[in-house]
């Protein structure tokens, strides 16, 4: 489940989508696993005491909080609804109106971590968008990427949030060979859950109809099991990078 970027190619998600998710992202399972996933890759790097941390997409706001514990975070957005709600939430944040790859509305070399979290799936030219990610960050600082992987997923929900693709894991892998960068970690999340995202794509590939909306949230009791399954991989996230899961996250060292 990809709901956390946002569609950069030829105009965004609807009004409704990002409404839903605004409603859903502080306790839908993908988003609080996602969260803490990430939290734990980020555990592994010491950030500056004044970090400047940037996310880039930040749609209506939901992985902001998880930032804000590691520095003073600024963000940019291209929907304006999305945007309207990011700032309603996070008053003392700096949410600017921005779009990958060319309309940054922030100064190069300023951010000592520079996060897009289900973002370049969404991106026309992906390759112009991570170099512009780069680009934002200072010498020594981190670009930290994840994206939805698999290609052989590729079904309706990729359809209803307007992805471009979906990632082979070893062309993405080509594709963070960056000269003036590290690749500093590279491994995948939502492990657990893959047997069942495999089997529901494959339905859909025999079945005359699409298995439902997946963004939206399951029953409670079934939201939990899912998400206490998700937030597990944390742990072995933050010792090494897990080898195979349906997203990858990656981390970049700017060297320049």
């Known amino acids: 489940m990809t709901l956390g970027g946002q569609r950069y190619l030829g105009g965004h998600l609807e009004s409704d989508t990002y409404k839903l998710m605004a409603a859903h992202e502080a306790d839908h399972w993908w988003f609080v696993g996602r969260r803490a996933v990430i939290d734990a890759v980020l555990d592994r790097y010491d950030l500056p005491s004044d970090a400047?941390?940037?996310?880039?997409?930040?749609?209506?706001?939901?992985?902001?909080?998880?930032?804000?514990?590691?520095?003073?975070?600024?963000?940019f957005e291209p929907s304006a609804i999305a945007l309207d709600i990011a700032r309603e939430r996070h008053p003392g944040i700096m949410i600017a109106e921005g779009e990958l790859p060319g309309s940054l509305p922030f100064a190069e070399g300023t951010f000592d971590l520079v996060a897009a979290l289900d973002v370049l799936e969404h991106v026309a030219d992906d390759r112009a968008a991570l170099a512009s990610l780069i680009r934002q960050a200072r010498p020594g600082g981190r670009v930290l990427v994840s994206v939805p992987t698999h290609p052989v997923l590729w079904g309706s929900h990729d359809r209803r949030l307007h992805h471009v693709r979906r990632y082979d894991t070893d062309e993405l892998h080509a594709m963070l060979q960056i000269p003036g960068t590290t690749l500093e970690y590279f491994g995948a999340y939502n492990t657990v859950l893959a047997p069942i995202a495999f089997a529901l794509r494959l339905a859909e590939t025999v079945l005359p109809f699409e298995l439902g909306n997946q963004e939206r949230k399951p029953p409670a009791p079934i939201n939990w099991i899912l998400a206490r399954l998700f937030t597990a991989e944390a742990s072995f996230a933050r010792r090494r990078p897990i080898p195979f899961g349906l997203s990858q996250v990656a981390v970049l060292r700017v060297d320049r």
Do not use: D
């Open 52 to 75: 400047k941390i940037l996310e880039a997409g930040c749609g209506t706001g939901g992985n902001l909080y998880l930032l804000q514990g590691r520095g003073s975070v600024y963000a």
